[in-house]
């Protein structure tokens, strides 16, 4: 039995058409996937309860690749062949990469993007995150139960066209279908509901394990721009470990320690760090491998002092993105806190201190940015009522595809905002049926004849099956320009084709006017023109099937009973292509009911066919 | 008979209800489609509509529309968790052949 969640009013998906999507918050440091699940944003955790995922990926010679946890506990035994920190290298070049002599990796230089030599090849940074985003989909559909329309994926608010690039291809190459991709400050702001609240500029603090940035946001109509942003790429939770650790140097007059030593301690100042955030006192007692003992006492106030610089060193930054924002502290109406460095109480406080006010801090920083990418593909997918929506803009016409019969079977409403992403699975018609012509269009009508043709591809490939059980997966993409993507998959196979199209190409105001009052008037008659359709179109599947079955079969049956069924299908062969909707329905019911019986014997012996030759022994019983 | 919810699935929907901000209770409804003919809906409630029957269980209100009332009298509504997947789950005594996945049912 399947688990069901709660819709909005109204929004209820049809079976097997769930929208899930999640919002992905792919961090140089950690990773994490949320979704919305019943109206509320929660972050996705794995098997062990545990929500981030470390991101570092791990190659082995025989190709195997861990991801998370298992390739972190590995980063100092296998140093050269375990990424850590990829998001560095996305979409850069060597020369971009300052630090790139210091690093335990392999650098080879490929035009536009350094790649990196590992044992079991070389790896550009694109399929090393491909390799983070795989782990964290296969989460978010084990979790939810099904495969996702989409994903939003976070990006710093930095990031160049080239690193953005980089971050869609990798997301493509782990299936995912990115929805859009979303400046983590925005992420932030939005998982505190601020594009709800007033207009006006908003700060975001983001403190993490290795960096820092601040970035000043302007709230305008629902939509947020970016003023600016600054921050240091080498400034982040690591450090003040670091000077903790110092400080027990100093103070346990400590000999140079060996690398086990020297480990033990930065996790012992660590958790130090860590305790004091609720504590005003943390004891660090430690038993060193070189024979000396470590008891010490660190209050908050010395921990406070001992990293004093470090804070300055977050507010410099601060007041420059203000000043390149043309700003003062004071005009800012709100701070959100990001980064699980941000816990610590003498940031909160220095933060405070700096705009005036108590910083936004009751979400979990670690989470709050890929809560937020939640919320915005949840809204994307298509899960939240009209008026939640943001002011963005709109789809004019509806778009859809045309099935069996010229119908037009809508995919994505007209008056859905854009960016928006719909899927819908289709399947095959005839026996054996191995390509599918995909015709694309646009407009309001039930026909289409009515409707503007807008590109027309095939699919092909589709593994001979029966009628009815290919699945293909058609998806309609419209991004933040308009642009429209079609993608027909078939899923057992994988065989996918694409065509991308500007829907709003030549299409002027007076023209998309005449089309949808056009739908209006003639809403009647192009209901029942597609019952019509969809009559004569099941009429004519189900005589090909009847035909195929007397081909195959017809020795069942004897001469009185062949003749009556042959009365039948000529009965609904008459009326299909003349009667209206009631006959051929009638006739319809009639062929059905009188090959009932025949239907059953065609079954027995199919049985019979399969279990010939057969030990009952050989024979399981299976659980349905 | 009426329609229950199980003192988990009501925890969780006063949860969810409170964390959503507004809303009467909770509509259980069904619809055609789905390959086994009708499926389950599951949604929060904003305005009561004229057919609407509303129950109280372990301090929910539960609406359902009287067409749906009548193919989900006798259902208990349960939260449940398999695996990394939660969600609620139905129990619907007139329910008599459901699709292999669950998600459609026949009366």
Not at chain 1, 406 to 419: A, C, F, M, Q
Request: contains cysteine; proline residues 4%.
């Amino acid at each position: 039995m399947a688990l069901l969640q709660i819709a909005e009013p109204g929004l209820s998906a049809a079976p097997h058409q769930h929208r899930l999507a999640v919002g992905i918050d792919l961090g140089t440091t950690n990773s994490l996937v949320a979704t919305v699940q019943s109206a509320m944003s929660v972050v996705l955790n794995d098997e062990d309860g545990r929500a981030l995922l470390p991101s570092v990926v791990r190659y082995l010679p025989d190709g195997t690749t861990y991801v998370g946890y298992p390739a972190q506990a590995m980063q100092s035994a296998d140093p050269h062949n375990t990424i850590v920190s990829v998001k560095r290298f996305m979409g850069r070049g060597v020369k971009d990469i300052p630090d790139a002599e210091r690093m335990p990796y392999q650098f080879v230089d490929a035009p536009g993007m350094v790649q990196l030599k590992t044992v079991a090849g070389v790896k550009s940074p694109v399929e090393v995150s491909a390799e983070i985003l795989r782990v964290l989909r296969e989460r978010a559909e084990h979790a939810l139960g099904g495969e996702l329309v989409g994903a939003v994926i976070t990006v710093p608010a930095y990031f160049d066209d080239a690193q953005r690039q980089a971050t869609k291809d990798a997301a493509r190459l782990a299936g995912l279908n990115v929805l859009r991709l979303l400046n983590e400050p925005t992420a932030a702001a939005v998982a505190y509901g601020l594009d709800n609240a007033a207009e006006g500029v908003y700060a975001v603090f983001d403190l993490g394990g290795g960096t820092f940035d601040i970035s000043i946001l302007k709230l305008s109509k629902g939509v947020f721009e970016v003023l600016a942003t600054n921050g240091d790429s080498a400034l982040g939770g690591d450090d003040f470990d670091q000077r903790v650790f110092c400080w027990i140097l100093e103070q346990a007059k400590l000999p140079p320690l060996g690398p086990h030593d020297s480990r033990t301690l930065l996790t012992k100042a660590r958790e130090a760090k860590e305790w004091l955030t609720e504590h005003p006192e943390a004891n660090i007692t430690a038993l060193l491998d070189c024979g000396m003992a470590v008891d010490l006492t660190l209050t908050s106030t010395t921990f406070a002092e001992i990293t004093q610089h470090l804070v300055s060193k977050t507010l410099q930054p601060t007041r420059k993105a203000l000043r390149d924002a043309g700003l003062g502290p004071e005009e800012v109406k709100g701070v959100v806190m990001v980064g699980g460095s941000t816990r610590m109480p003498n940031i909160q406080k220095a933060v405070g201190d700096y705009f005036g006010q108590e910083p936004l801090n009751n979400l979990d920083p670690d989470k709050v940015v890929a809560l937020g990418a939640a919320i915005q593909a949840n809204v994307l997918a298509g899960n939240r009522g009209e008026d939640d929506w943001l002011l963005l803009d709109v789809i004019p016409l509806s778009l859809g595809i045309e099935t069996m019969g010229g119908l037009v079977e809508k995919i994505i409403p007209r008056n859905s905002t854009i960016p928006v992403a719909r899927a819908q699975e289709f399947t095959t018609y005839k026996d054996g049926q191995t390509a599918m012509s995909m015709h694309v269009v646009q407009g309001e009508r039930e026909l289409v004849a009515e409707c503007r043709s807008l590109a027309k591809f095939e699919l092909r490939g589709i593994p001979p099956m029966v009628a009815g059980a290919a699945r293909v997966r058609v998806t309609f993409q419209v991004d933040a320009d308009g642009l429209l993507s079609v993608t027909a998959r078939e899923k057992s196979t994988g065989v996918e084709t694409t065509v991308a199209v500007k829907p709003s190409y030549g299409l002027s105001d007076e023209e998309i006017t005449r089309m949808l009052t056009e739908s209006r008037e003639h809403a009647k008659d192009d209901m029942a023109a597609r019952m019509l359709r969809e009559n004569q179109v099941e009429a004519r599947r189900l005589l090909d099937a009847v035909q195929a079955a007397l081909d195959e079969d017809g020795s069942l049956l004897d001469d009185r009973e062949r003749a009556a069924i042959g009365q039948l299908m000529d009965a609904l062969r008459a009326v299909t292509e003349t009667g209206d909707s009631p006959t051929i329905k009638q006739a319809l019911e009639a062929l059905n009911r009188g090959t009932e019986s025949f239907a059953a014997r065609r079954m027995d012996r199919s049985v019979q066919k399969a279990l010939s030759g057969h030990k009952l022994s050989e024979l399981e019983v299976g659980e349905g | 008979m009426a329609i229950t919810l199980t003192d988990k699935a009501a925890e969780r929907v006063r949860k969810f209800i409170a964390q959503r901000g507004k809303g009467l209770g909770l509509r259980l409804g069904v619809r055609t489609s789905g390959c086994s003919g009708l499926a389950y809906t599951l949604e929060f409630v904003d305005e009561l509509g004229d057919d609407d029957t509303t129950f109280d269980s372990n301090g929910v209100t539960v609406i359902v529309d009287a067409k749906s009332y009548a193919m989900l009298d006798g259902t208990v509504l349960d939260y449940a968790r398999e695996g990394l997947n939660e969600g609620f789950k139905f129990t619907n005594p007139n329910a008599k052949e459901t699709c292999g996945c669950g998600e459609s049912f026949k009366v």
